[in-house]
């Protein structure tokens, strides 16, 4: 089958079999519940893999359609290039949902690491020592500045979207790009997770007529993984407000933003407890992350070079890491010979915003099943799918094989079909290497 042939195939559904017949997927649980997407762990039969199935309800409000094309597309290009990424595979459009397809993250969430930590810390500790902290925030930083390089912000850095695959100790995926933008043009948007936001975000809103000002997208993101950094340290977050119930109002915004801006960080009562075990060197980095003045904020390369960034690891976390980079030069290796066929990849793009379109929309038969593990029947006749993989964009004299492809895709789902021989040493690989120093 030609790549063209792979993206428009998913139109070929007319003929609905029996119920089941073309089973491909099997709901097992829900390990996600959001305001906008259920997120539900699969089987892929074929492929005799578990898979994360983000699940938009139909009809999907119209205000989420750009939101939830960028977030499909965004991950479909990224996904492939960063191990530190959640990976998508495919996606699929029943009567009742538009399902994202994805690599499962079998070791749940960062949030959930932290609490675990937190149970067992002694009082006045770190919640999570310095070392474990460092070998998570390396493949943090090192996967926000992919995305940075590829002029991609993710806008919604935060524990909950960070995750961990099945190995110990393991690595680190990021997921939820549903508010990801390509940031060629400015952007203005007031959106964010508000305990994470900066404070020229916190105060981006058009008020009375006036426009909202373009912000530097990468500092947003800076200040982000600071708040993370803090929360996987100390257990709490730096700027905070008790809420009544989910969302936050004007005024709890502002109360936010009047902590960010009056207070330093460290003077913060939440970290009260433990912010005396703090070494110098991380305390210096969070200096410079939590500077109001955008311009002034240091940045994600200027990270990759702080001390505190670079200092040694422990030798099991080192040896993990040294995996990782591994595998990633592998990536690498394929990502500079890909071939992708640019119209290949507009069709595609096209054909998410045809599904998303078509998912703001009731679906033909939507409602006739009533029971939630028979509603999430996503392999049921009738459904539309979308490759999202590479290998239905490739152009048709790629030097790529199937099979150096299916090494890449599968890395995500952690198949280790690693193949020997010699790497070479490429660009990335070099760049990698900030993290393993
Ligand atoms: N690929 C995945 N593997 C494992 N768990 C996932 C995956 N994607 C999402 N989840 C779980 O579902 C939660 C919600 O997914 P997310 O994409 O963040 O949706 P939302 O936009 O509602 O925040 C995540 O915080 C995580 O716990
Ligand atoms: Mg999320």
Redesign the pocket.
């Known amino acids: 089958m030609t790549a063209a042939a792979a993206v428009n195939g998913s139109h070929k559904a007319s003929k609905p079999p029996p119920l089941n017949h073309l089973a491909s997927h099997r709901a097992v649980k829900a ?9 539900w ?1 699969f089987m892929d039969k074929k492929r005799n893999r578990l ?2 199935v ?1 699940l938009f309800q139909r009809p999907l409000a119209h205000a989420l359609r750009d939101s939830t094309v960028r977030e499909i597309t965004v991950q479909a290009e990224l996904g492939p290039g960063h191990i530190n990424l ?1 990976n998508v595979y495919e996606l699929i459009l029943s009567d009742d949902y538009l399902g994202l397809v ?5 070791g ?2 960062l ?2 690491h932290v609490a675990e930590r937190w149970g067992i810390a002694s009082p006045g500790k770190l919640v999570m020592d310095e070392d474990e902290a460092r070998y998570f925030f390396r493949q943090f930083i090192h996967a926000v500045d992919y995305c940075h390089k590829h002029n991609t912000t993710h806008r ?1 850095l935060k524990l ?2 960070t ?1 961990l695959d099945g190995q110990k100790p393991p690595f680190l ?1 990021i ?4 508010f990801a933008s390509h940031f060629d043009a400015k952007l203005t948007e007031h959106l964010g997770t508000p305990e994470y936001m900066s404070p020229e975000l916190l105060k981006n809103q058009s008020k009375d007529g006036s426009p909202a000002k373009a912000y530097d997208p990468r500092s947003v993101d800076v200040w982000a993984s600071g708040v993370m950094l803090i929360v996987s340290l100390c257990g709490a977050f730096p700027f905070d407000h008790t809420r009544a119930h989910e969302g936050f109002t004007d005024d709890q915004e502002l109360d936010l933003w009047l902590q960010e801006v009056n207070k330093t960080w460290i003077e913060s009562p939440f970290i009260r407890d433990n912010r005396d075990a703090l070494s110098k060197e991380v305390t210096d980095l969070l200096n410079r992350i939590f500077v109001v003045d955008p311009q002034k904020r240091i940045t994600v390369p200027q990270i990759m070079e702080h001390p505190w960034y670079t200092k040694d690891l422990t030798p099991s976390h080192q040896k993990v890491l040294d995996k990782l980079l591994h595998e990633q030069a592998q990536v690498d290796e394929y990502l500079a010979h890909r071939n992708l066929d640019q119209k290949n990849v507009e069709e595609r793009n096209k054909r998410i915003i045809e599904m998303v379109d078509k998912a703001c929309t009731k679906g033909e038969k939507s409602g006739t099943h009533v029971r939630p593990l028979q509603a999430l029947n996503l392999v049921h006749d009738g459904c539309e799918r979308l490759d999202l993989t590479d290998q239905a964009v490739l152009a048709e004299n790629s030097q790529h094989s199937v099979e150096d492809h299916a090494t890449v895709a599968d890395r995500a789902a952690g198949l280790d079909k690693a193949k020997s021989g010699k790497l070479h040493e490429s660009d990335s690989m070099k760049a990698m290497s900030s993290l393993t120093k």
């Open positions: 390990i996600g519940r959001g305001a906008v997407a259920d997120t762990l898979v994360a983000k959640i994805m690599e499962y993250a079998q749940g969430s949030t959930a919604d909950d979207n995750l995926k997921c939820d790009f549903g």
